[in-house]
């Protein structure tokens, strides 16, 4: 963070994707972030798999062919048009933005994030670490590019993890340590919990909760950024009676200070809305004051973290080879 950088205005989404629909979630990306522009912000943040939308049917049924094959003739590639699109978006209206998406990689689906900068350039692209639980039947696991996750910008330095890689403290640690002032946590439509035996965790209030739990561990601003789901994705992907998202709402976008409080005021969850904050960077400093786990309050001759950041291949030629070697034998 530059010491001259006193307050930064944000923007974090609180919309519905299209789903299933790469040229309208373009458009519509597009539209957002131009809206943001006006209101001055120097950030616009998505959630998770915002283009083409959250497949939300693999928590109501194993297998449905026609929606996975849609879903991954929509999903946005890294060196794409559509990505060009966005990019250019960005770069005309003078700010960044952290966009999650699936990521088609010759017809393979990751759970991925791209930090694109003001002036249009992508400034790091990661994919999710894990797929949780159901999202194994579409996304496929990261190698390194799962540590690809923070960037300076010319405001600050921004980063970000998507969804329940936020209770991973081994990967948490490591994206802390690259010294972000402002997180994008992005996740798909939340509901609350029912008082019965579904997972706290898994509701709007649990994952509240790791935001908040995120921003007090990283002394950082944290963007929690959902989605909405109205009854066009109810139908669009048939998920009526499921066991989730299969209701109105899902909308709990927020903002956290590096305290843990809550800095906007809370949206009706079947909203949409941009929500805008005015980043005081300075408390960033107060509150690592009292404690840095990446700073004055760790103890590295006790703890510490060995990452590969080395992205794995299916095929290797000659000289891959004796470069990973040479690789392997530097971190000796």
């Known amino acids: 963070m530059s010491s001259q950088t006193t307050s930064v205005r944000v923007a974090v989404t609180q919309a519905e994707p299209e789903w299933l629909d790469i040229a309208a979630g373009v458009a519509k990306t597009c539209e957002l972030i131009i809206l943001a522009a006006q209101e001055r912000a120097k950030l616009i943040a998505f959630p998770e798999c915002w283009i083409p ?19 991954v003739k929509n999903s946005l590639r890294l060196d794409s048009p559509e990505m060009r699109e966005i990019q250019l978006r960005a770069k005309n209206n003078n700010i960044a933005v952290s966009l999650g998406f699936a990521e088609n990689s010759n017809n393979s689906v990751y759970i991925a994030q791209v930090l694109i900068g003001p002036d249009g350039e992508i400034k790091n692209h990661r994919r999710k670490m894990k797929p949780t639980h159901m999202e194994r039947t579409i996304f496929g696991d990261a190698s390194g590019e799962c540590f690809d996750s923070v960037s300076e910008l010319p405001f600050s330095r921004v980063g970000a993890l998507s969804c329940w890689e936020h209770i991973q403290p081994l990967l948490k640690y490591h994206t802390i340590s690259q010294q972000e002032d402002i997180h994008v946590a992005a996740w798909p439509s939340l509901f609350p919990h029912t008082g019965g035996s579904d997972l706290w965790s898994m509701s709007t209030e649990g994952c509240q909760s ?21 009854e066009k994705g109810i139908k669009r ?7 989730l998202m299969s209701s109105p709402g899902g909308g709990s976008s927020a903002v956290f200070g590096p305290d843990g409080r809550r800095l906007t005021e809370p949206v009706e969850s079947t909203t949409e809305e941009i929500i805008f904050a005015d980043l005081d960077m300075d408390m960033i400093i107060a509150t690592k004051l ?14 510490c973290l060995n990452v590969n950041k080395q992205i794995k291949k299916m095929v290797y030629e000659d000289e891959d080879v004796l470069e990973t070697r040479d690789e392997i034998k530097d971190e000796e």
């Open 237 to 243: 992907m048939n998920t009526t009676g499921g066991t």
């Open 210 to 230: 790791l935001s908040q739990t995120y921003a007090i561990e990283s002394q950082c601003f944290v963007l929690h950024c959902t989605t909405v789901l109205t």
């Open 290 to 303: 009292f404690a840095d786990a990446t700073g004055h309050y760790s103890r590295p001759d006790l703890m």
């Open 53 to 71: 939308g959250y497949p939300c049917w693999i928590w109501t049924r194993l297998l449905d062919v026609s929606l996975n094959v849609a879903y």
